[in-house]
C-alpha cells in the first residue's frame, strides 16, 4: 500500500472515530462534522507524521522523475546529446 493511501486512510478513520465519539454530545450535526475534522486534523499532525513525510517523499521523488524524463524528452526534441542540469 503506497502512503498516499495508508495517510489517506488514516485520516479518514480519525475523522470517523471522533466523529463517532461526538455522536452522545447534544449538539448540532453540522457542528459535530466540523469538531470531528478540526480534532482530526490535529490529531494527524501529531500522529501521522512519518505517513505524511512518507507521502511528501514519494511526491517529491515523482516530481523529480518527471522534471528528469522531461529534461530528456526536451534534449531529444532539440537533438542535443547532453542533457542540461536539472535546475530545482
Keep these: 500500500m503506497t502512503p498516499t493511501v495508508k495517510y489517506t486512510l488514516a485520516r479518514i478513520g480519525l475523522a470517523v ?31 501521522l507524521r512519518h505517513w505524511r513525510d512518507q507521502m511528501a517523499q514519494q511526491l517529491a521523488d515523482a516530481v523529480d522523475r518527471r522534471r528528469t524524463e522531461k ?12 542533457p542540461p542540469a536539472v535546475a530545482r
Design 17 to 47: 472515530l471522533v466523529f463517532a465519539a461526538l455522536l452522545p454530545v447534544p449538539i448540532d450535526l453540522f457542528l459535530k462534522l466540523i469538531l470531528a475534522l478540526v480534532f482530526s486534523a490535529a490529531v494527524s499532525f501529531f500522529f
Design 71 to 82: 529534461a530528456k524528452l526536451r534534449t531529444a526534441l532539440a537533438g542535443d546529446d547532453e
